[in-house]
C-alpha cells in the first residue's frame, strides 16, 4: 500500500517516516513539507542517511491524491480541517494527528483551540481512533482522528475503572507530564534548553484543550456527564508522558482486584501492560515503543485509587497509535511495524 505524510518535518511526521519505512506493507511514496521543499530527507534528517531517501515536496494535493492509498496529517491544529475534507471528497483514507476533527461539538472546538470548527458533514466522517477501545469503529473506518498524547495516557488508565464502576465519576483528577516533544519542533521560548533544563512548570491550568477531549470520550463510554480536573506540566526531558490520576473508590477493594479486572479488560490488546501490586511504571519502561503502561496504588486512609499510565508521546501519543489505527483499518495485524520494545535507559 502507498502512503504519504503531510507535515513530515515535525517530530511526529519524521516518525512516521521512520517507522513506515520498515512497515512491511506499507511502500512510503510521498513526503510533503514546505519549509525543505526540495530537500531529501536524509538531508535535513542525517539520522536517516543510508536508511531512506526520498525528496521532500510543497503540497499538491490532487497530485499527491493521485500517487497514494493513504495519508497521515502531522500538521498543527488548524491546518488538517482545512486540508482533510479535500482528501475525504476524494475517498482517499486519512489519519489525522491533530485536535481537528477530534471534539465533536463544534462549540467545544471554538472554546478550546479557537476559530471555526470543520463542517459538522466531514466532523461526523472521522472516527476517534483510541485504538484499544474503539477498536470495531476504528476497523470500519475512513477517516481517523488520532487522539491528543495526554489523552492517550488517561483514558487507558480511567476507562477499565469508570466503566465498572469501581471509582465515583465526580472525583477525578488528572497529573499529566509531558517531555518538551509534546510542543512539537517549531522554535519557542517555553521549550529553550535554559527555559526547561532542571526546571518542571505547569501551564494551561484549566485551559488546556484535552480537557474537552478526554471528558468528551469518558463521558461517551459511561454514557454519563463526566467533568475533570486536569492539570499539565512540562518535565526537562524530550520523551514521554506520565499521568497520575486520583480517583474515590466506590466502596472498598484491594490493589489485587483493581489489577485483576483491568489484565481482564486489556486481555486481548497488544500494547497495554498492566503491572502487577507495588510495581508503578515509570517513562523510561516505554519509551521508543508503543507500550501503554498502567500500574496502581490504594491509599487505604483517603480511600482513593492512585493509577500510573505512562507512554511514549511521539509513539503512543502520536506516530505509533496512528499507524496502529492504519493497521486496524487495512485489516492487518494491529501490531505491525510497531514492536520495537523500549530503549533503556
Ligand atoms: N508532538 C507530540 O507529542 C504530539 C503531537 N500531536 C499532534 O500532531 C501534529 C504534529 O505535531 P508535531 O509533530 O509535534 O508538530 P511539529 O511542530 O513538530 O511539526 C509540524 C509539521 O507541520 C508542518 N506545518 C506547519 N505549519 C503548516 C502549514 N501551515 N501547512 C502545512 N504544514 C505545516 C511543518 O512542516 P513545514 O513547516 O516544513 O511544512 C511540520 O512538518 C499536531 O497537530 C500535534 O498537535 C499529537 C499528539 C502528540
Ligand atoms: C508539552 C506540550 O506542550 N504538549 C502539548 C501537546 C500538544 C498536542 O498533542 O496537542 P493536540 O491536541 O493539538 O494534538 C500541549 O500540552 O499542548
Known amino acids: 500500500m502507498k502512503a504519504g505524510i503531510i507535515g513530515a518535518t515535525g517530530y ?7 517507522l513506515l519505512h520498515f512497515h512491511p506493507n506499507v511502500d512510503l511514496v510521498k513526503i510533503i513539507s514546505n519549509s525543505k521543499n526540495g530537500e531529501e530527507i536524509s538531508e535535513v534528517f542525517p539520522h536517516l542517511s543510508n536508511i531512506f531517501q526520498l525528496e521532500l515536496s510543497t503540497l499538491d494535493i490532487d497530485e499527491l491524491a493521485k500517487g497514494v492509498d493513504l495519508i497521515f496529517l502531522a500538521v498543527p491544529s488548524g491546518i488538517s480541517k482545512k486540508i482533510l475534507p479535500v482528501f475525504m471528497e476524494k475517498e482517499i483514507k486519512c489519519v489525522d494527528l491533530s485536535g481537528d476533527f477530534r471534539l465533536k461539538n463544534p462549540e467545544d472546538y471554538e ?5 471555526r470548527t470543520a463542517d459538522k458533514h466531514y466532523l461526523t466522517q472521522a472516527t476517534y481512533g483510541l485504538s484499544e477501545i474503539f477498536k470495531e469503529d476504528i476497523r470500519n473506518a475512513h477517516y481517523i482522528a488520532n487522539p491528543g498524547c495526554y489523552p492517550t495516557a488517561a483514558l487507558l488508565g ?9 471509582i465515583d ?3 477525578i483528577i488528572i ?3 509531558s ?9 519557542a521560548t517555553a521549550t529553550l534548553f535554559a527555559e526547561i533544563n532542571e526546571n518542571v512548570k505547569a501551564y494551561k491550568l484549566g485551559k488546556h484543550q484535552h480537557i474537552p477531549e478526554i471528558e468528551q470520550i469518558l463521558g461517551k463510554v459511561s454514557s454519563e456527564i463526566i467533568n475533570i480536573t486536569f492539570t499539565t506540566h512540562l518535565l526537562p526531558i ?11 473508590l466506590q466502596g472498598t477493594t484491594s490493589e489485587e482486584k483493581v489489577i485483576d479486572l483491568y489484565k481482564a479488560f486489556y486481555e486481548e490488546t497488544e500494547f497495554i501492560r498492566i503491572r502487577d501490586a507495588g510495581r508503578i511504571p515509570a517513562i523510561k519502561e516505554v519509551s521508543g515503543s508503543n507500550y501503554c503502561d498502567i500500574g496502581f496504588a490504594i491509599d487505604e486512609r483517603t480511600g482513593t485509587l492512585v493509577i500510573v499510565s505512562c507512554i511514549d508521546n511521539i509513539l503512543k501519543g502520536a506516530a505509533g497509535q496512528a499507524i496502529q489505527n492504519m493497521n486496524l483499518m487495512m485489516g492487518w495485524d494491529e501490531s505491525l511495524g510497531l514492536t520495537a520494545a523500549p530503549s533503556y535507559p
Open 111 to 115: 472554546k478550546w483551540y479557537g476559530g
Open 179 to 187: 517531555g518538551a516533544s509534546g510542543a512539537g519542533r517549531k522554535a
Open 169 to 171: 465519576k465526580d472525583s
Open 175 to 177: 497529573d499529566g507530564k
Open 238 to 248: 524530550t520523551r514521554g508522558i506520565m499521568c497520575t490520576m486520583y480517583t474515590k
Open 158 to 166: 480511567l476507562i477499565p475503572a469508570l466503566k465498572n464502576g469501581i
Open 12 to 18: 511526529s511526521g519524521i516518525e512516521l517516516v521512520r
